[in-house]
């Protein structure tokens, strides 16, 4: 399901950035379309100016031409010229003016006085005729009459003997003598040589100019032929009195122009760089994206692996403030990695290091002497982290304050305590590394913290267990000795015995004679005697438990009486209550049924308890030093229920936690074997050993044995 979402997520995020990009070409490539069609609009209105501009040019120069011609034909009738001479100046007018194709002088009447034809061409009229060609003449000097000026007539068109032809116009420049008309000047126009004349030298390549009627009929025309499939054409109106004719210009592009200008090719060629740019951006960005995901594999797997360490890591500043912890760390103290990096950014200000021992050997002697000074020029030291214990805090301060002198030595194996946030205490093993950056700079130390907690508490395991293993050795060898003891003592002991006994039986020998004396004193040694023979025979019972207690009897059950068992410790509780002042009170129920029990381990057990409740009088504090042991047959289960109390100091909790615990004891001279070995016993024997405190003080020790079953 998170993979589908995963799959899901990454599919839209393509699919937007893909769209973006697509978007993002689209733009740039409408711009530059548009930019390319703008600048190719601009290039056409550039041209299209021009040609207006060039056309507008033509008709003035065509203008300023005519004008001038007609200051001339003026000129050349202001002298009041004869016929004779008129000629002669008439054709080195039209040597000047090659569009003039004929000057004629009329009369009033209309009448041709003289004419002179250009020299340039051969007669244009020949053919027609000058008289068919009246009608025009005569309508434009009956405009001229009617100016009182120049006019000009329409054109008309003029066919040559060579077949070709051209367009003519005729101006009629009326003259007078005073205020009379006294005849006129024609002129005759080729309208194709004023183009090729006039406008001619200022047409470039693929201009052509050309006259038109106002209805668009061609008229005249000069200039190349050659074609475009673009055309820009500027048309001026040329209006002269009598006639007017459309002055058209047009200029051919060559070819569809795709660069039409430099503007547009600059324009191309930097939308080129733009698109390979953003090819350029688009790879760069796939290499980063690339890039960045191999950068998150690299750093989820690190993060793995520092989530996955059970060292704990911690990295700090040169000023001590911690930069970095990893889970296994915020595990090992008991506190998340964000209080641990708050805790001591707020610097504090510099204290005086402590005047004992602790920085002894760690700074320099020169920094030692002058220690307050140093102080005020080392950096502010760091708050105590919350894993210092309270009262070390100030020698680690001082310790790390000693570390940031020292740069660039690691150092291994640095042993320490550190606190839980439960405040519980734990060993940890340090290692610690200068922490350098990419530049080789010292930027601060890394640690490595490892808990030791649970080595220590097997090393102190197995020095417990290795100490139980000697106890129990020394114990053996003890129990070995008095093994031994008891043996040898045991001979002695029957000598003395036996020799009391002897001496007493020759006291007895003359009973039957009358008493004399020396009676007395034989009673009072037969009595010494008795007493001798009694401890003899109480030491020997003695010996032979202590004896019997030693010698390990394993899985040896038998019926017994419970009375036996408490008769047979008697004698070594009687010798110790003796010497400790404690006076032993028994209670045994009548009719108590029979035991079936290792019958030396539990009176061991019982002897035990006697021992440890007569130990525990032996107090200035107890008054009433009392041993009660009572045996008393147990309703519920039908055994018998053994219970030795005392009066003595009591248990407190915290010993009672730890009673049953081997090798556990209070005692000076004790091995804590005891109480251990009586419940081992009891448990064996399918019972419990239980204890309770008693009012005012004292404690119970109790414990039931089952009787023996019917047929053992
Ligand atoms: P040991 O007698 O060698 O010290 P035990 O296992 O018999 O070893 O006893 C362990 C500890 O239990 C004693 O050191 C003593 O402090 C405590 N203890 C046992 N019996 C009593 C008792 N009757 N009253 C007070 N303390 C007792």
């Known amino acids: 399901m998170i993979f589908s979402l995963r799959r899901r997520s990454r599919f839209s995020f393509l699919w937007r950035r893909g769209y973006l990009w697509s978007m993002l070409v689209l733009l740039v490539v409408t711009m530059l379309a548009t930019l390319v069609w703008l600048a190719g609009l601009y290039e056409a209105s550039q041209v299209q100016g021009k040609v207006e501009r060039d056309a507008a040019d033509a008709v003035n120069d065509i203008r300023t031409m005519l004008t001038r011609n007609l200051q001339d034909m003026q000129a050349l009738q202001a002298s009041s010229p004869q016929l004779d001479v008129w000629p002669v100046q008439a054709a080195a007018l039209l040597r000047q003016h090659r569009e003039l194709l004929r000057i004629e002088w009329r009369s009033a009447s209309m009448v041709t006085l003289v004419h002179v034809d250009t020299p340039f061409r051969p007669l244009v009229f020949s053919r027609l005729?000058?008289?068919?060609?009246?009608?025009?003449?005569?309508?434009?000097?009956?405009?001229?009459?009617?100016?009182?000026?120049?006019?000009?007539?329409?054109?008309?068109?003029?066919?040559?003997?060579?077949?070709?032809?051209?367009?003519?116009?005729?101006?009629?420049?009326?003259?007078?003598?005073?205020?009379?008309?006294?005849?006129?000047?024609?002129?005759?126009?080729?309208?194709?040589?004023?183009?090729?004349?006039?406008?001619?030298?200022?047409?470039?390549?693929?201009?052509?100019?050309?006259?038109?009627?106002?209805?668009?009929?061609?008229?005249a025309l000069h200039g190349s032929m050659r074609r475009g499939t673009r055309i820009f054409t500027g048309q001026q109106v040329l209006s002269l009195p009598g006639n007017t004719v459309l002055l058209r210009l047009d200029s051919w592009r060559a070819g569809p122009d795709l660069f039409p200008n430099v503007l547009t090719a600059l324009v191309t060629v930097l939308s080129i760089a733009l698109l390979s740019v953003l090819a350029m951006l688009g790879r760069d960005m796939r290499r980063r994206m690339q890039a960045e995901r191999n950068l998150a594999e690299a750093l989820a797997f690190r993060k793995a692996m520092e989530d996955s360490l059970v060292t704990g890591l911690l990295a700090r500043d040169t000023q001590g403030h911690i930069r970095y912890v990893n889970p296994a760390f915020c595990q090992m103290v008991g506190y998340s990695a964000e209080v641990l990096l708050a805790s001591n950014r707020s610097a504090s200000a510099p204290v005086p290091l402590p005047a004992d021992s602790l920085m002894e050997g760690v700074l320099p002697p020169l920094l030692d002497r002058h220690i307050g000074r140093v102080l005020r020029l080392l950096p502010p030291e760091p708050e105590p982290v919350p894993f210092w214990p309270e009262d070390m805090a100030q020698a680690y301060r001082a310790k790390q304050l000693a570390r940031g002198l020292d740069s660039g030595s690691a150092r291994e194996g640095l042993e320490t305590v550190f606190v839980r946030q439960d405040g519980v205490r734990f060993p940890v093993l340090i290692f610690e590394a200068p922490l350098i950056n990419a530049v080789g700079t010292q930027t601060g130390w890394m640690s490595a913290f490892v808990d030791i907690s649970e080595q220590r508490r097997v090393e102190d395991l197995s020095r417990a267990s290795q100490e139980r293993l000697q106890a129990t050795a020394r114990l053996a060898t003890v129990g070995e000795m008095a093994s031994l003891l008891s043996h040898e003592l045991n001979q002695p002991l029957a000598a003395i015995s036996s020799y009391a006994t002897g001496s007493l039986n020759l006291l007895k020998d003359d009973d039957s004679a009358a008493p004399t004396p020396h009676d007395v004193l034989k009673a009072d040694l037969a009595g010494a005697l008795r007493r001798i023979a009694e401890q003899a025979e109480r030491a020997g019972k003695v010996i032979k438990s202590v004896h019997n207690f030693v010698r390990r009897r394993e899985g040896d059950r038998e019926g017994v009486q419970p009375q036996a068992l408490l008769e047979a410790i008697m004698p070594l509780v009687s010798l110790?209550?003796?010497?400790?002042?404690?006076?032993?009170?028994?209670?045994?129920?009548?009719?108590?049924?029979?035991?079936?029990?290792?019958?030396?381990?539990?009176?061991?057990?019982?002897?035990?308890?006697?021992?440890?409740?007569?130990?525990?009088?032996?107090?200035?504090?107890?008054?009433?030093?009392?041993?009660?042991?009572?045996?008393?047959?147990?309703?519920?289960?039908?055994?018998?229920?053994?219970?030795?109390a005392d009066g003595g100091v009591g248990i407190p909790v915290e010993v009672a936690k730890q009673l049953f615990t081997l090798f556990f004891t209070t005692k000076q001279e004790g091995m804590g074997l005891g109480l251990s070995l009586c419940r081992t016993v009891v448990e064996q024997h399918g019972g419990i050993l239980e204890f309770e405190n008693r009012s005012p003080q004292g404690t119970i020790f109790r414990f039931t044995l089952p009787a023996r079953p019917s047929g053992n």
Not at 591 to 617: I, K, W
């Open 576 to 644: 110790q209550a003796h010497k400790l002042g404690v006076q032993v009170q028994i209670h045994v129920d009548d009719d108590l049924p029979p035991l079936f029990c290792d019958r030396t381990m539990v009176e061991q057990v019982l002897l035990n308890l006697a021992r440890n409740g007569m130990q525990a009088m032996d107090q200035t504090s107890v008054t009433t030093r009392l041993l009660a042991l009572d045996l008393r047959l147990d309703t519920h289960t039908g055994g018998v229920q053994f219970s030795v």
């Open 129 to 219: 005729g000058r008289e068919n060609l009246h009608a025009d003449v005569a309508l434009a000097c009956a405009n001229a009459r009617r100016f009182s000026g120049p006019a000009y007539s329409p054109s008309y068109f003029l066919p040559q003997d060579d077949g070709a032809g051209q367009e003519v116009m005729d101006l009629c420049l009326p003259l007078n003598s005073g205020a009379r008309l006294s005849g006129y000047l024609i002129a005759s126009y080729s309208l194709p040589t004023i183009l090729s004349d006039t406008v001619g030298p200022q047409l470039t390549r693929g201009q052509e100019a050309s006259f038109t009627e106002l209805d668009g009929t061609r008229l």
